[in-house]
């Protein structure tokens, strides 16, 4: 896969942005909206993307990311108001009529998952809400195994989280009477190899991978696994 990340010069209104948000917007603009954002989290990425002129949904599993999301909705235009949607449901199981020339998942959303099947629920959900040659856009941590760690182990018991901007989701607790949610205290990422394969099980085609958000060519040493996808 190329990894190339040249699609023209910045605006003048993305100068200054934070890497991951300059990145998913420059991409998302090239391909167009509407853009489906899957963990919008606290909603920087969905605003952000309203901001320079997307319409966005952006969907989360946790009551308190939304209503994060939510509380940015009065510190904005109504014009950039307009433009973004804010639902709160399980991404594994999220079924809507709509189809998106952009899906993406963003701040290790892909992470939060607890086995591999929970993943490939996720990406069966990408796979639903894509439009023909449409794009998914991800990122994940990819932290190298540990030593004396069986490179096997099944995700969700060997590393602390360290993106605080998901900590309401680890925190929360199953409720009497609700489905099971994504609430565990602590993850072991999948390997980009692991991801990659899920993809292309569920038809999705792998077609860019980065190790940092300035299109730096993929390094299994890399912190981070960035990937671009076709749908």
Not at 21 to 32: E, I, M, S, V
Not at 89 to 106: G, K, N, T, Y
Request: aromatic share 6%; net charge negative; with cysteine.
């Amino acid at each position: 896969m190329a990894g190339n990340d040249t699609r023209g010069r910045t605006p003048l209104s993305l100068v200054g942005q934070e890497p991951d948000l300059l990145f998913y917007t420059r991409q998302a603009q090239a391909q167009g909206g509407p853009v489906l954002v899957l963990g919008a989290a606290n909603g920087r990425v969905p605003w952000t993307l309203a901001q320079a002129g997307l319409a966005v949904l952006g969907v989360d599993p946790s009551e308190r990311m939304i209503h994060a999301a939510e509380e940015v909705r009065a510190s904005e235009s109504p014009e950039v108001s307009g433009r973004v949607r804010l639902l709160h449901a399980d991404l594994r199981s999220l079924r809507l009529e709509e189809r998106f020339p952009v899906v993406l998942a963003p701040q290790h959303a892909l992470g939060l998952m607890a086995s591999h099947e929970d993943l490939e629920a996720f990406l069966a959900t990408v796979r639903h809400h894509l439009r023909p040659e449409g794009l998914f856009i991800y990122d994940v941590l990819n932290p190298p195994v540990e030593p004396g760690r069986p490179a096997d182990e099944e995700p969700g018991a060997a590393l602390e989280p360290r993106r605080p901007v998901f900590s309401f989701h680890l925190r929360e607790r199953k409720r009497p009477g609700t489905p099971s949610g994504i609430h565990r205290l602590k993850f072991k990422p999948f390997s980009w190899e692991e991801l990659e394969e899920a993809m292309k099980a569920c038809g999705l085609t792998p077609r860019e991978r980065y190790g940092g958000f300035d299109g730096k060519p993929f390094d299994p040493a890399d912190a981070h696994h960035i990937g671009v996808v076709d749908g």
